[in-house]
């Protein structure tokens, strides 16, 4: 995690939460050997910021130190850690890479324990609202664990199910590969027990009373600035398809939030409705569709083992949807319309206005990069889209054999075979047309005032204090 990243304490749980939840949507596409590579790095980062939390107040006269160690964290990690070193000297998982997901999250729990560190030494003595907040962190941090520990544990044990279904062999590799396959089965159901058994008896409760400052006045505008000029940066430098995963799922994220906070906002009356209802709902709906198409297909060439993302992009988008998120998200459900439209401000409604315009100025980007030919896939990646992709993409004959078997048994590299780059231009050239008319679109905002001169709040333990920002609404129980 760079030090770009201004998200706060709480915002970056946040994230955490949504990642993890993000890995039980498809648990087939699971690779179980890199998400049993990072496990151990995501538990150890956990351990660490877990360990960070107050657990009693700070005495006058006596240096401000962190509580006693916490015992799920210490029982987490001693079970991470004998996973890890019993799997070390076997074949399985072996060397090669890991989970972006879970190593992301990982990063996100590091950058959480620096920030804690960073304001532990200049707490006052007799703040009860610090123990508070290090409570709520605390379920939060469990949850994300408990929840990546079980979709690690989904991914092995369909595995086994695929080894022990499939073709007969009594290879000794074969054999030991099950038996570490099992093992590791057995462990991550420990671990999982583990932070279960904490959770169910601190959760939800264990969020009552944690700070919430109001969304920030001009936080969006910023963020969708810094976002545009990540964005186009990044397809410059590093035009390849991890870029482009990026940009098109920030870009469906932002565009669907946007969509939801404007409608909203015209329901109101903050808006002009008729304006909204004729210009913008119906094109805000198909450009959330078109940048969502374009990521789909994405994704699917793009395993989670290879997507090297720019770090500045990667902390842009996150502060994106964190600024997003915290308008249009309660927990896990979209807020009401009377929420956002508390939430919002006039400047948060011009923000998001603007960002239409510059929305088709990216998608035009994207669509270069992709027409580019330069993109290269892992050849896996390949076949298995065209094994999966309906309907014809180009008009040779469909029996042609478009990868080498070669590259397939080496995992190799190669450029975008002419099937997929057809289906990828065809989905790419979409997004522009649905956003030309949203750049073209009057921007219906009404009574918009400049921003207000109120007096900033004083820094708060959970927020980040070297830009303050606000963090996301209250946490809701699964």
Same mark, same amino acid.
């Given at each position: ?26 648990? /087939? ?5 890199? @998400? ?8 150890? &980062?956990? /351990? ?10 700070? %005495? ?28 070390? &000297? ?26 804690? /560190? ?43 199910? !695929? ?12 054999? %030991? ?10 462990? @991550? ?11 169910? #008896?601190? *959760? ?8 919430? $400052? ?6 969006? +505008?910023?963020?969708? +600035? ?49 304006? *909204? ?82 929305? %088709? ?6 669509? !270069? ?11 896996? +990646? ?21 990868? $080498? ?20 231009? #065809? ?5 522009? =047309? ?8 009057? @921007?219906?905002?009404?009574?918009? %005032? ?13 927020? =980040? /204090? ?7 609404? +209250?946490?809701?129980?699964?």
């Amino acid at each position: 995690m760079t030090t770009s990243d201004t998200r706060s304490v709480g915002e970056l749980l946040l994230a955490c939460d949504r990642d993890t939840r993000a890995l039980l949507l498809d648990p /087939h596409d699971l690779d179980a050997a890199a @998400l049993v590579r990072a496990w151990p790095e995501m538990v150890q &980062a956990a /351990h660490e910021l877990l360990s960070a939390l107050p657990t009693s107040l700070p %005495h006058p006269g006596r240096a401000t130190q962190p509580g006693p160690a916490d015992v799920i964290a210490e029982r987490l990690r001693m079970a991470s850690d004998g996973t890890h070193r019993h799997l070390a &000297a076997r074949t399985w998982p072996g060397t090669g890479p890991s989970d972006s997901r879970l190593i992301g999250v990982a990063d996100a729990f590091v950058r959480a324990h620096d920030l804690i /560190h960073a304001t532990w030494r200049g707490l006052e003595p007799g703040r009860v609202d610090v123990l508070v907040d290090a409570t709520a962190a605390r379920a939060r941090v469990l949850h994300s664990v408990y929840v990546a520990t079980h979709a690690v544990g989904l991914a092995v044990g369909q595995e086994i199910r !695929d080894r022990e279904h499939g073709p007969a062999t009594r290879s000794r590799h074969a054999t %030991h590969r099950l038996a570490a396959l099992r093992y590791t089965r057995d462990r @991550l159901q420990v671990a999982e027990r583990i932070t279960g058994t904490e959770l169910y #008896r601190v *959760f939800p409760h264990a969020l009552t009373g944690e700070h919430r $400052d109001p969304p920030a006045a001009g936080r969006v +505008a910023t963020v969708l +600035a810094r976002w545009d000029l990540e964005a186009h940066r990044a397809l410059a430098t590093h035009p390849g398809l991890p870029t482009l995963f990026e940009v098109t799922r920030i870009q469906a994220a932002t565009t669907a939030m946007t969509h939801r906070i404007m409608a909203a906002a015209a329901s109101q009356g903050d808006l002009d409705a008729l304006t *909204f209802q004729e210009q913008l709902d119906a094109q805000l709906a198909a450009a959330t569709s078109a940048w969502q198409i374009l990521h789909t297909d994405l994704r699917d060439l793009t395993p989670p083992t290879a997507r090297a993302i720019p770090d500045a992009l990667h902390a842009a988008g996150g502060e994106v949807v964190a600024a997003l998120a915290e308008i249009v998200i309660d927990g896990t459900a979209l807020a009401s319309t009377a929420t956002i439209v508390d939430r919002s401000s006039p400047e948060t409604l011009h923000a998001a206005a603007e960002t239409l315009a510059a929305s %088709h100025d990216l998608a035009i980007t994207v669509l !270069d990069t992709v027409a580019d030919g330069s993109l290269t896939v892992s050849a896996r +990646a390949a076949q298995a889209y065209l094994t999966h992709q309906q309907g014809p993409t180009v008009s040779e004959s469909p029996t042609r054999t478009w990868i $080498d078997p070669r590259d397939l048994t080496a995992h190799r590299t190669i450029p975008l075979p002419p099937p997929v780059a057809v289906c990828l231009q #065809r989905h790419a050239s979409y997004v522009p =047309n649905v956003t030309g008319g949203l750049a073209a679109a009057a @921007l219906p905002v009404r009574d918009l %005032h400049p921003p207000g001169t109120e007096e900033p709040r004083p820094p708060h333990w959970y927020g =980040n /204090h070297d830009a303050p920002r606000s963090t996301p609404a +209250a946490y809701v129980a699964p």
